[in-house]
Nanobody
Framework: QVQLVESGGGLVQAGGSLRLSCAAS????????MAWFRQAPGKERESVAA????????YYADSVKGRFTISRYNTKITTYLQMNSLKPEDTAVYYC????????????????WGQGTQVTVSS
């Protein structure tokens, strides 16, 4: 079983930065691919970024390329999402997710989910 806990959300002005963290626990979590998704009110959950278990491969949604960076350290059990140049349209609940296998940007591929952390970007 894998448990995920997100933190780091908050209110920021447009153009600002935030760093989200996802702390994972579980026997083999360091071998899992990790990802971030987000869901705005009234919209479907969408992909943000994903990273392989080794940290060697990362993938991004077009909407965040060049602004967000996903990474994992601490023996690979903590995953981060550095968000720069934030825009009001980035406002959403951000979820951390894990899967055993390669990283993908598909919601349906992930088995484990955190509770989410709210990110609000004011204009």
């Amino acid at each position: 079983q894998v448990q995920l806990v997100e933190s780091g959300g908050g209110l920021v002005q447009a153009g600002g930065s935030l760093r989200l963290s996802c702390a994972a626990s579980g026997r083999t979590v360091s071998t899992y691919a990790m990802a971030w998704f987000r869901q705005a009110p009234g919209k479907e959950r969408e992909s943000v970024a994903a990273i392989s278990w080794s940290g060697g491969s990362a993938y991004y949604a077009d909407s965040v390329k060049g602004r967000f960076t996903i990474s994992r350290y601490n023996t690979k059990i903590t995953t981060y999402l550095q968000m720069n140049s934030l825009k009001p349209e980035d406002t959403a609940v951000y979820y951390c997710a894990a899967r055993y296998g390669g990283p993908t940007l598909r919601v349906s591929d992930y088995n484990y989910w955190g509770q989410g952390t709210q990110v609000t970007v004011s204009s």
